[in-house]
């Protein structure tokens, strides 16, 4: 939390997520300085209009795309405990609802997070569930982070986290048993980031890495997107659908963002 704040001020200009769609184009570019303003927003709106506090856990529901990742440092500047979740298909929820509903009831979550896009489609989800055709998602309120917040969260409001509270929840896949919690501490995040830079040599101007591992899955969570929070590279992620689709875009996107590492 206090990385984010001090490069928004020292390296506003300082690009640190890249996010490229299915189809190989850029679709979004953030600085420090935007997605710091941009996160303190959503922050705002939560705590002031949706009457979220500190401790509260969120289920961060998203499709690949920034606005995972502004929810996400949202809820780190207030002290909410997010949960990201393998966001299940609207059109066939059979398939993942269950074990998301198992998800969202043992962590005892009070919101679920997600974006317009999802919401969109989450519409079609809800005629089949009322048509009796599908498991019915838990009865929680949805908010739809990406463009609300009309003001910067107050500097007195922004947590001062402690090495040992719990920064996220990290559930298991649930692929062979129901999908299991752990406890992720800031102390966690810090001593592994700082490893991380250390042992692979991160940390320079010129490092890039580049991913196609899903942003809900620890490898990306804590290799990527809080290793660019704490200033060590500019994460460049795409969505795995589209390197399943086409392998070969992993490698024009090295080559395009000039990847130190993968």
Not at 161 to 186: K, M
């Amino acid at each position: 939390v206090a990385r984010v704040r001090r490069y928004a001020e020292e390296t506003p200009d300082r690009k640190i997520f890249t996010f490229i769609d299915e189809t190989g184009k850029e679709q979004a570019t953030f600085t420090c300085r935007e997605i710091a303003a941009s996160a303190r927003r959503i922050a705002f709106a939560l705590a002031n209009e949706h009457g979220l506090k500190r401790g509260d856990r969120v289920v961060l529901v998203y499709p690949p795309g920034p606005e995972f990742v502004e929810a996400l440092v949202a809820c780190l500047l207030i002290g909410l405990i997010p949960v990201p979740v393998s966001p299940p298909w609207p059109l066939r929820p059979e398939a993942g609802l269950p074990g998301y509903a198992g998800i969202v009831a043992d962590c005892q979550a009070i919101a679920q997070l997600t974006c317009r896009r999802y919401a969109r489609t989450r519409t079609f989800g809800r005629v089949l569930a009322a048509l009796g055709r599908s498991p019915k998602w838990p009865e929680l309120p949805w908010i739809v982070t990406d463009g609300i917040g009309t003001e910067p969260i107050a500097e007195a409001a922004i947590v001062a986290p402690g090495s040992e509270e719990i920064a996220f929840l990290q559930y298991t896949s649930g692929s062979t048993r129901a999908a299991r919690g752990v406890c992720v501490t800031y102390g966690n995040i810090h001593h592994q980031t700082v490893l991380t830079a250390r042992e692979l040599g991160l940390g320079r101007p010129e490092s890039v890495a580049c991913f196609w591992m899903p942003h809900f899955h620890d490898f990306a969570m804590i290799g990527g997107i809080f290793n660019a929070l704490a200033g060590h590279h500019h994460y460049v992620s795409f969505p795995a659908v589209a390197y399943l689709r086409r392998p070969a875009l992993w490698g024009d996107l090295v080559h395009r963002y000039r990847a130190t590492h993968i």
